[in-house]
């Protein structure tokens, strides 16, 4: 499956913004989808993860209750609702697409789990 990720842009902290990750060559529905954001510097942080439509979303800590993940497998897209966001959220964000399987809750913060990348969008607030 190949990933595309986009919609960031520059915003002012405590404004909204909406990335998309759309999927082709294979169906997003078959996937565990995660976000992931890297700051300069060579870490992915973990942003949210959702294994199956309709199931539990993940969050890290430092975007729980601002960021939301979903799911439109008609249109095989993943998106990322971005809400309150801070300096601090300022990043390349990544998709990437994960293996479901059942010990998900073991490795779904770790982007090594994941095998396929979109090739990011930048996100910058400012303050």
């Known amino acids: 499956v190949q990933l595309q990720a986009f919609g960031g842009g520059l915003v002012q902290a405590g404004g909204s913004l909406r990335l998309s990750c759309a999927a082709s060559?294979?169906?997003?529905?078959?996937?565990?989808v995660g976000w992931f954001r890297q700051a300069p510097g060579p870490d992915r942080e973990f942003v949210a993860a959702t294994w199956r439509s309709g199931g539990r979303a993940y969050y890290g800590d430092s975007v729980k209750g601002r960021f939301t993940i979903s799911r439109d497998n008609a249109k095989n897209t993943v998106f990322l609702e971005m809400n309150n966001l801070k300096p601090e959220d300022t990043a390349v964000y990544y998709c990437g697409t994960a293996p479901r399987r059942s010990d998900w809750l073991s490795y779904y913060r770790r982007s090594s789990a994941y095998d396929a990348w979109g090739q990011g969008t930048q996100v910058t607030v400012s303050s």
């Open positions: 060559g294979g169906f997003m529905s078959s996937y565990a």
